[in-house]
């Protein structure tokens, strides 16, 4: 799933020490966002995509290469290069982007109810009858 991608290179970034180099310079920031954007792609572009960004860090000249170097081998041998994870990392045409169905109806009930202060505004943005039909459902 998507999310575990997500934990996964925040840990790996984290290892590497590029939180400081993120901070600092906008072209290592901006490739280690592209690669958190691979699993919207399909996964047929996939591969290509990260021989884009690839590029784009080799572009970007020697020092900023050997600082996302590391970073972007991980991506590569860790999930792009393997197809069963590949796979599990894309969300593309998923309904269920997050890592389990709690967080994913969190995600509905949030976007049906919008942002709540308090108990009573939240009851009140809700569709009753939405809830039984799930309820019932079950």
């Not at 020490?17 to 966002?33: D, G, S």
């Not at 600082?67 to 972007?72: A, H, N």
């Not at 593309?92 to 202060?117: F, I, M, P, W, Y």
């Amino acid at each position: 799933m998507c999310a575990s991608f997500f934990q996964a290179y925040i840990e790996m970034v984290a290892e590497l020490h590029l939180l400081i180099a993120m901070r600092r310079i906008e072209e290592v920031r901006f490739i280690i966002k592209l690669t958190m954007g691979l699993p919207l792609l399909p996964e047929e572009y996939v591969v290509r995509g990260y021989r884009v960004i690839l590029q784009h860090a080799l572009n970007e000249g020697a020092y900023i290469y050997r600082i996302v170097g590391p970073y972007l081998t991980y991506v590569w041998r860790s999930w792009v290069s393997r197809p069963w994870r590949r796979a599990r990392m894309v969300v593309h045409n998923s309904r269920q982007r997050t890592n389990n169905a709690c967080e994913s109806q969190n995600k509905v009930l949030n976007d049906e109810a919008g942002t709540h202060s308090n108990t009573f505004n939240f009851l009140g943005k809700l569709d009753l009858r939405s809830i039984f039909f799930c309820v019932a459902e079950i």
